[in-house]
């Protein structure tokens, strides 16, 4: 490519990130920052040398097909790629990329935040005063959640976000349990004591907590399915960063009405962005806390994906291979 690539961006970006791809590349961008409708992403890829979606964007087999021989990267501004048909692409020879390791820490930290937020009713207390209810006061019996030291935490998935959630739960005195796809290497396992359950079900029936953390692909889809959720003990609270359809949440939703797990945290859901409205009404009975998908939602965590997004656009323009190429 001899002229600037043609770069379409298809939603906001901080400014500085901006800012770089002006100057590198002839950057376009929705200046809207709205979800671009099927047609227009169809029409991007069309047109552009390189797309850089976000997890709003269902790039599927049209929107690749259309970008048939002009397309050469999809580099998408996020960590997970359940929005992007990955083997069509291959197929069609455009490279995808992804921004892993840059957005580990705060979403584990907003992991955490729910761990902690769900047993100790942080948002029932906080709505209590914000929306005026009466207070009597403190009050030995009024309140109260559930402790965190000495709990079992079962995570599902232990790649970077899974450890850099294990890592702090650790902290708050909590014992750490996990089921992944491999077992990791008996140091991690040794730094973090954490004990691998080769049997999912067997670590869902033995856990205080448990922390989704690992990618949604075919594989994973529906994960803690109903029979599955429905091993998890009444007093068990479930926490989800990861996607929404890792977890079957129609039967989620059943089970918590149902009192069969005692509460959940969900930054993520099946549909997007709007959550069931039976899952909203647990949240306004307390037994359930919604975030609206802010796991990588920090100023650092955006800057340095769009630098990732940048330096993989750049490799590729220069005839190598990007860094954190995806493989179907
Ligand atoms: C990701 O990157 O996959 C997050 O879900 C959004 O930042």
């Known amino acids: 490519m001899k002229k600037k690539p043609v770069v379409v961006v298809t939603r906001k970006l901080p400014e500085t990130v901006e ?27 069309r047109t552009a040398d390189i797309l850089v979606p976000t997890v709003t964007d269902r790039i599927d087999a049209a929107v690749i097909e259309a970008g048939r021989g002009q397309l050469k ?18 197929e069609a020879g455009i490279t995808v990329t992804n ?43 009024w309140m109260l959640g559930r402790r ?23 902290a708050f005195g909590m014992s750490i349990h996990y089921h992944n796809r491999r077992r990791v290497p008996a140091e991690t396992e040794d ?48 926490v989800n960063t990861a996607r929404g359809g890792v977890i079957d949440e129609a039967a989620l939703i059943r089970l918590l009405e149902s009192g069969e797990i005692a509460g959940a945290g969900l930054d ?30 920090t100023i650092e965590s955006r800057i340095a994906m769009g630098e990732k997004v940048i330096i993989n656009i750049r490799m590729l323009i220069d005839g190598h291979k990007p860094p954190d190429r995806v493989l179907p």
Not at 149 to 168: C, N, T
């Open 99 to 141: 921004t892993p390791g840059v957005l580990t820490e705060d979403t584990a930290d907003m992991t955490m935040a729910l761990i902690l937020a769900v047993p100790r009713r942080l948002v029932e207390g906080a709505r209590h005063l914000v929306e005026g209810h009466a207070w009597d006061g403190w009050s030995p019996t």
């Open 191 to 238: 730094a973090l004591e954490a004990t691998y359950w080769e049997s999912l079900d067997q670590m869902l029936a033995r856990m205080d907590v448990i922390s989704v953390n690992c990618p949604h692909t075919p594989a994973t889809y529906h994960l803690l399915s109903a029979r599955r959720l429905k091993l998890m003990r009444p007093d068990a609270y479930i």
């Open 73 to 90: 990267l999809i580099a998408t501004f996020s960590n997970g790629v359940d929005h992007i048909d990955v083997k069509a692409a291959s």
């Open 19 to 45: 800012t770089r791809m002006r100057e590198l590349f002839d950057t376009r961008l929705n200046l809207d920052d709205r979800p671009m409708s099927p047609a227009a992403l169809v029409e991007a890829a």
């Open 148 to 170: 965190l030291a000495g709990k079992r935490l079962g995570i599902v998935g232990m790649g970077r976000i899974g450890r850099a959630v294990a890592v702090r739960a650790r």
């Open 268 to 297: 993520v859901f099946e549909h997007e962005p709007v959550p069931d409205p039976k899952l909203v009404r647990l949240a306004q009975q307390g037994r359930v806390v919604l975030l609206p998908h802010m796991g990588s939602a």
